[in-house]
């Protein structure tokens, strides 16, 4: 029997015209979960793990000066709780098919994230973490207004499954795996911004900013932003918290 759940992060992107100055374009992302809760007493507890050094470590090192604000609020605890990683470094495949232009804002992307959050690029996508996919996405009616976009710039998922720990091991864990599918044929600073953007999704940041200057923003702005305290603070905050994933199974 499948033993997963599935949810999506859409991203839609349109052009604005006329009195948007110095807002070229705007993605809307739209989250949606599905959720199969028929196994909810197998599940473990929910516990917290210990947060990634190298995250305490960038929080640790930010201007105290530019404020301690973040967005946590706005970060969704799901059935499994927060989408967090426990084994690290997290394994990112980056789609070998997708254009050499696709692949570097890609790569640049994930190893903008290394410097706050232990991600490796693998080549192995069927066992990978994290699998970056280049693929063109059927459009999408907009959820609130039923129009239908130009484009849609990428889309996030993530299934939860049971597996074992080890081949020597009977214990089994409460894992999750995240795909982003992410368009080609963009601008290249689109792709990054929207690469950087949805890489913050799939390491536990499933929600959206209300302020401009942070990547996890629900739209982009023409000078996109880089990871800022706020997406720091809020991803610290997050690996914080419990969550049901990375724990065992109780039989
Ligand atoms: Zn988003």
């Known amino acids: 029997m499948a033993r997963w759940f599935k949810a999506r992060s859409t991203i839609q992107v349109r ?7 110095g807002m070229a374009i705007v993605f809307v992302c739209v989250l949606a979960v599905t959720l199969q809760m028929g196994w909810a007493q197998s599940l473990p507890t929910s516990q917290v793990h210990p947060i990634p050094a190298i995250l305490i ?24 709780g927060y989408l967090i990683w426990s084994k690290f470094p997290v394994t990112v495949a980056i789609d070998e098919l997708g254009s050499d232009r696709w692949k570097l804002q890609v790569t640049t992307a994930v190893v903008e994230w290394q410097r706050y959050f232990p991600l490796k690029i693998v080549s192995t996508p069927e066992t990978a973490d ?36 080890s081949d020597d091991s009977d214990t089994k864990h409460l894992s999750h795996r995240m795909t982003i599918d992410l368009a080609s044929g963009q601008a290249d600073g689109v792709m990054l911004s929207v690469a950087r953007h949805e890489i ?15 990547i996890m923003y629900f739209s982009q702005v023409s000078k996109s932003p880089l990871i800022s305290s706020r997406d720091l603070r809020t991803l610290h905050r997050v690996y914080g918290q419990p ?9």
């Not at 470590?57 to 499994?80: C, H, M, N, S, T």
């Not at 913050?200 to 942070?214: E, F, R, V, Y």
């Not at 969550?243 to 039989?251: D, E, K, N």
């Open 200 to 214: 913050g999704h799939a390491i536990g940041l499933w929600g959206h900013s209300p302020n401009p200057d942070d």
């Open 57 to 80: 470590q960038a929080v640790q090192r930010l201007d105290p000066a530019v404020g301690p604000g973040d967005y946590f609020d706005a970060i969704e605890r799901k059935g499994v």
């Open 15 to 21: 052009r604005l015209m006329g009195r948007l100055l």
């Open 130 to 165: 994290i699998r970056i996919q280049s693929k063109r996405l059927a459009l999408k009616p907009d959820p609130k207004t039923g129009k239908l976009p130009r484009f849609r710039s990428a889309e996030t998922h993530y299934d939860v499954f049971v597996n074992k720990v």
């Open 243 to 251: 969550t049901r994933l990375g724990w065992a199974i109780t039989p």
